[in-house]
């Protein structure tokens, strides 16, 4: 079996991804499975009626994978989501597809597909110039949270804490970049600081994690340095987090998951989810889970 993991760089080791990548690497070597990490830009996309069987990666005409791991997550261009679509075209069976990687790269779009469905969200409202800080204040209330559309590792993700931080930095934003979409989001208190991470994979939650910021910072991200500690999923953690999956079509997903009193409200789903923190803290082998559900999906898993 062989499998491309599609990165927006082979040169992989300064980069925050390097762990996942190398835990990808080493496990499929042991279990036999050909892996080789691709950039997008190696690639020249020829659309032709002809030719279903082969690529052109480096200038040369290359036969296919059977399978693709796109690992860019909300990283991913125009270019790379093009390649993924081709690729899919081409009947390679990528992981996830090009379809749930942009509907969960924008935040807005996501959680107006969980809500219609009836899951638990933070109230989110798309952000507009000129501000009017008296409606947002009617429906979301400060502290809030501002957020990119798109986004990962908790970049680009503020607390406001009242209407005048609020107006500044709308109109940091106006001035820099005013074509710079953001979403504005109610607060959850309960949550300040500390976040589930639950990870889905072929419909199965098999690992959960708490993270919570050691530096005071409302944000707990484990690529900020966040402490993990394995959490014990409760029938309503595994049913939110598989729904939340299955709902976006994600075979391979992080789903955050906030504390909201005793109950919890999703933040936001991952396609290309890290798996360090949880690695570090659960007696699980997440590339290996990865690999075996890559070989179920294959019809593969004799191999
Ligand atoms: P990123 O994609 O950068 O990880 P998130 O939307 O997941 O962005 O937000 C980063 C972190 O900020 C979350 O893991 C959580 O700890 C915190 N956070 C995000 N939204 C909220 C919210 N509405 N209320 C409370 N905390 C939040
Ligand atoms: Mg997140």
Same mark, same amino acid.
């Given at each position: 079996?062989?499998?491309?993991?599609?990165?927006?760089?082979?040169?992989? !080791?300064l980069?925050p !991804?390097?762990y996942?990548?190398?835990?990808?690497? !080493?496990?499929?070597s042991?279990?036999?499975?050909e892996? !080789?990490?691709?950039?997008?830009?190696?690639?020249?996309?020829v659309?032709?009626?002809?030719?279903?069987k082969?690529?052109?990666l480096?200038?040369?005409?290359v036969?296919?994978?059977?399978?693709?791991l796109?690992?860019?997550?909300? =990283?991913?261009?125009?270019?790379?989501?093009?390649?993924?679509?081709?690729?899919?075209?081409l009947?390679?069976?990528?992981?996830?597809?090009a379809?749930?990687?942009?509907?969960v790269?924008?935040?807005?779009?996501?959680?107006?597909?969980l809500?219609?469905?009836?899951?638990?969200?933070?109230?989110?409202?798309?952000?507009?110039?000129?501000?009017?800080?008296?409606l /947002?204040?009617?429906?979301?209330?400060?502290?809030?949270?501002?957020?990119?559309?798109?986004?990962?590792?908790?970049? =680009?993700?503020f607390?406001?804490?009242?209407?005048?931080?609020?107006? +500044?930095?709308?109109?940091?934003?106006?001035?820099?970049?005013?074509?710079?979409?953001?979403?504005l989001?109610?607060?959850?208190?309960s949550?300040?600081?500390?976040?589930l991470?639950?990870?889905?994979?072929?419909?199965?939650?098999?690992?959960?994690? *708490?993270?919570s910021?050691?530096?005071?910072n409302?944000?707990?991200?484990?690529?900020? #340095? #966040?402490? /993990?500690?394995q959490?014990?999923?409760?029938?309503?953690?595994?049913?939110?987090?598989?729904e939340?999956?299955?709902?976006?079509g994600?075979?391979?997903?992080?789903?955050?998951l906030l504390?909201?009193g005793?109950?919890?409200?999703?933040?936001e789903?991952?396609?290309?989810?890290g798996?360090?923190g949880? *690695?570090?803290?659960?007696?699980?082998?997440?590339? +290996? *889970?990865i690999?075996?559900?890559?070989?179920?999906?294959?019809?593969?898993?004799? +191999?």
């Open positions: 079996m062989k499998g491309w993991i599609l990165y927006k760089t082979p040169q992989i !080791e980069s !991804e390097a996942e990548i190398h835990r990808l690497i !080493e496990t499929a042991k279990k036999g499975i892996i !080789e990490v691709v950039s997008p830009d190696q690639f020249d996309l659309v032709t009626r002809e030719d279903r082969s690529i052109l480096n200038g040369e005409v036969s296919l994978p059977d399978f693709l796109p690992r860019m997550g909300a =990283g991913t261009t125009y270019f790379g989501m093009a390649v993924i679509r081709h690729l899919e075209r009947g390679v069976y990528t992981f996830n597809s379809q749930c990687i942009d509907t790269k924008d935040k807005l779009y996501s959680q107006q597909i809500a219609e469905n009836n899951i638990p969200v933070p109230k989110t409202m798309l952000g507009k110039y000129p501000i009017d800080d008296e /947002v204040d009617k429906y979301l209330k400060f502290p809030l949270v501002l957020k990119t559309l798109s986004g990962s590792m908790g970049k =680009g993700v607390l406001c804490d009242n209407k005048s931080q609020f107006n +500044d930095l709308m109109e940091l934003i106006h001035v820099t970049n005013p074509k710079l979409n953001i979403i989001q109610e607060f959850i208190e949550s300040r600081g500390k976040d991470r639950v990870f889905v994979v072929g419909g199965r939650p098999i690992a959960c994690i *708490e993270r910021s050691n530096d005071n409302f944000k707990a991200n484990f690529s900020r #340095g #966040g402490q /993990v500690t959490f014990a999923m409760t029938p309503e953690v595994k049913w939110l987090a598989t939340t999956a299955r709902l976006f994600l075979e391979i997903a992080g789903i955050d504390f909201d005793k109950h919890f409200k999703i933040c789903a991952n396609s290309s989810p798996f360090k949880i *690695e570090s803290c659960c007696d699980i082998d997440i590339a +290996d *889970e690999y075996n559900f890559i070989k179920v999906r294959l019809g593969k898993f004799e +191999d």
